[in-house]
């Protein structure tokens, strides 16, 4: 397994203002996601963030909202900016890890953040 | 494109009783599958991963089976315990990149 850190763990901030979030794992990995949960729903990924390479966007998001820094094999990035009442969530990082034919996924804490 | 459902959304039963969630997803070319446990404004605890070549994967008292041709996963949980209340999420893989589709979620509640 993998174990995952976030910075900060919550935060309360104001319209139109930006939060960076951090995500920290214990071993290197090629691929790290990140989610959102807005509340009362599900996880919905924002993008994947590869190493050396500019991170990957689904439908609906967009790389001015959500820019995110991929620096090293253990670390990274996600900014909120520009932030609205809309983007209060929950925000988690993940990473897959191999082990033979098993692919498995681990998530971080989140980052509850609520937008004022 | 990928759907997932989970059914019931909320479940409550008495302390002992077996559980069993239901996970359901419209293309059934999968890679994986994977049941994950949420607590209350926490992030998800790993459960189990099934292979698409896998029919059923065991850990204490779980017990998740897939039917890949029907589109169908079960989660049982034996015994349950009040410390099993938590929200239970089904998530599927399409390839081995990674990206993984979620159910909305099964709130469920033991009582002691």
């Known amino acids: 397994s993998a174990v995952i850190s976030q910075k900060p763990s919550r935060d309360i901030c104001q319209r139109g203002t930006s939060l960076t979030i951090q995500c920290q794992v214990d071993?290197?990995?090629?691929?790290m996601f990140w989610y959102r949960q807005q509340p009362g729903q599900s996880l919905t990924l924002i993008a994947t963030a590869n190493q050396g390479s500019e991170a990957t966007y689904e439908s609906g998001f967009v790389i001015d909202k959500f820019p995110i820094s991929r620096p090293n094999l253990t670390f990274s990035t996600l900014t909120v900016s520009n932030m609205s009442p809309e983007d209060s969530s929950i925000y988690l990082c993940?990473?897959?890890?191999?082990?033979?034919?098993?692919?498995?996924?681990?998530f971080g804490p989140g980052t509850r953040l609520t937008v004022l | 494109k990928q759907e997932v459902t989970q059914i019931p959304a909320a479940l409550s039963v008495p302390e002992g009783e077996n559980l069993v969630l239901n996970c359901s997803f419209t293309?059934?070319?999968?890679?994986?599958l994977q049941w994950f446990r949420q607590d209350p404004g926490k992030g998800l605890t790993s459960l189990l991963l099934?292979?698409?070549?896998?029919r059923e994967q065991t850990s204490g008292r779980l017990n998740a089976s897939l039917d890949k041709s029907s589109g169908r996963s079960t989660l049982y949980i034996a015994a349950s315990q009040p410390g099993d209340s938590a929200t239970y999420l089904c998530a599927v893989s399409g390839d081995s990149w990674g990206k993984l589709q979620f159910g909305a979620g099964t709130q469920v509640v033991v009582t002691p």
């Open positions: 099934i292979q698409s070549s896998q």
């Open positions: 993940s990473v897959e890890l191999a082990s033979g034919s098993r692919d498995e996924q681990f």
């Open positions: 071993s290197q990995v090629t691929m």
């Open positions: 293309d059934s070319a999968i890679y994986n």
